[in-house]
């Protein structure tokens, strides 16, 4: 008789015989392949359709029927006794409807609120006739890696490789959750020379980014119900990590010298003073000592973001809000993204003496061991040596260069339309559309056609909604800059 099973496809995967042959027949009764009644070989037939022993076969039959699959009936042959139970089809079962805690509820309908109302880029639909090789992006927020020293990064991960046996014997003693010691040890001493910023090493935590550090602190700061203040416009990664924590967001407006405050009845407060995200604003001094005020009357906790601190291309470095803190009201947050390639997720928080115990087990919670420890390691060395800050002073060289080509481009080009943020520093450009909200959608849908993409944010004002755009230039050679910058004004020009 004719009969198939998947025997061979079970056989390829170093199954046994009898397991192979097993598998293919029970897999086939469950599937609906083999029904409730059909006949099966005798033992005979199926060992040499299959080049295996009788026996074998004996043994795969006997197991089937002892589990209810097949019967034996004298003198009539071997049948399929399973009966498959068609209303578990699931073509035909409805979805199993999982019941979501709270913080579940608000993860989903944040994400589909963000969906639907933030458009992050103006990035290209998927019927765009512009071929994606010739797409210029500015939304790309990456560093310029073809001047990335691989050689001498390999070489600190490939020492780490070589040395990780007895890492693994001093490991569980040496290394808690909150990073290997050694790179504590380099941060800090990174931040007291670059940023001047005291720190004990066992009040730095490593981070998967700083996102997992933003996510952390909202949960263990903020209670369902609490106010937190963010910028606005902020990094989108933060209004999610307090809307899932169930705290109330307040978003606070900037006015051209960063955040203006407020005496707001809030638990916590996200600020970038260095240098605002996305706009680039610097807080003043006053502003700053300001918001240690506010937190210290109000029982607050500020956390600092030190975003795009490590490049600066005239001037002095601009001191971090966590150097006028004396009664640790301010966290601080670095990360090193976009100093080492991308698939290198590392940030760090420093954190006041009273939290760092309380996050370091917060921590533990969903990272036991230390992420991405031989990297840490490696940067440790990377960093001790010097490696590290020569890099930083190669790129800021390179940056700058191209920091001031994309500025000429823009003002030459685009300034009628534009107000660009003054700054010196960073790795973006960022600037206020002039025009209403119809003549920028306009503009949008016009750059899009071109074939440049760009980030977007939109901030609510007395006199209605403005957007803004910024210009991530790192990753870019200067012709594609200079091909960007047409591009926009193209798109201007084409929607007017």
């Known amino acids: 008789m004719q009969f198939h099973v998947a025997y061979s496809s079970y056989l390829n995967r170093k199954y046994t015989k009898m397991k192979a042959l097993y598998h293919a027949i029970r ?12 006949k099966l070989p005798s033992t005979r037939e199926l060992a040499a359709t299959y080049q295996i022993s009788r026996g074998t076969v004996n043994q795969v039959y006997d197991t089937l029927t ?41 993860i989903q309908q944040f994400e ?7 458009a992050q880029t103006n990035a290209p639909t998927h019927d765009s006739r512009m071929d994606r090789n010739e797409v210029i992006d500015f939304s790309k927020y990456q560093p310029d890696l073809s001047k990335f020293p691989y050689d001498e990064w390999n070489n600190r991960l490939y020492a780490e490789i070589r040395q990780r046996e007895h890492h693994l014997e ?13 790179l504590r040890e380099a941060i800090a ?19 998967a980014g700083s996102m997992q550090a933003i996510a952390l602190l909202t949960q263990l700061l903020a209670d369902p119900g609490d106010h937190v203040v963010t910028e606005s416009p902020c990094y989108v990664g933060i209004s999610k990590a307090i809307l899932a924590a169930g705290a109330q967001l307040i978003e606070a407006n900037l006015d051209g010298q960063g955040v203006v405050p407020q005496d707001w009845e809030a638990r916590m407060l996200f600020v970038t003073p260095s240098r605002q995200f996305p706009t680039g604003e610097m807080l003043s001094l006053e502003r700053r000592q300001t918001l240690l005020d ?75 061991r230390p992420v991405n420890l031989i990297e840490q390691r490696a940067l440790a060395a990377f960093m001790t040596s010097g490696q590290y800050e020569r890099h930083l002073r190669r790129m800021n060289r390179l940056y700058s260069r191209k920091f001031d080509l994309l500025l000429k481009l823009l003002n030459k080009q685009l300034s009628t339309w534009f107000d660009w943020v003054e700054n010196e520093a960073g790795l973006h450009v960022f600037g206020w559309w002039r025009g209403n ?28 909604t403005k957007y803004g755009i910024y210009l991530s230039f790192a990753h870019l050679s200067d012709e594609q800059l200079q091909e960007g910058v047409s591009r926009l004004k193209n798109a201007v020009t084409a929607s007017l």
């Open 27 to 38: 897999d086939a009764i469950h599937e609906g392949n083999l029904i409730h009644g059909e």
């Open 66 to 106: 002892s589990q209810g699959y097949i019967q034996s009936e004298h003198g009539r042959g071997t049948f399929v006794a399973y009966q498959l139970d068609l209303s578990n089809d699931s073509s035909t079962v409805k979805a199993c409807n999982h019941h979501l805690s709270a913080w579940g509820n608000r």
């Open 112 to 118: 589909q609120q963000t969906t639907q109302r933030n």
């Open 170 to 182: 001093t490991t569980s003693a040496m290394v808690s959750s909150t990073g290997d010691p050694r």
């Open 189 to 207: 001493a990174y931040l007291r020379r670059m940023r001047g910023i005291q720190v004990d090493p066992d009040h730095i935590a490593v981070t």
């Open 294 to 368: 506010w937190a210290h009357r109000h029982d607050a906790m500020i956390v600092e973001d030190d975003y795009d601190s490590e490049f600066r291309y005239r001037g002095m470095h601009v001191e971090p809000l966590k150097t006028l803190d004396k009664a640790g009201r301010v966290i601080y947050l670095g990360s090193f993204t976009k100093t080492l390639p991308f698939e290198v997720r590392l940030g760090f928080v420093v954190l006041p003496p009273t939290l760092a115990d309380t996050f370091r087990k917060a921590q533990a919670l969903y990272e036991p």
């Open 437 to 464: 909200v119809s003549t920028y959608e306009a503009f949008r849908a016009s750059a899009k056609s071109q074939g440049v993409v760009y980030s977007e944010v939109s901030s609510s004002t007395s006199v209605g």
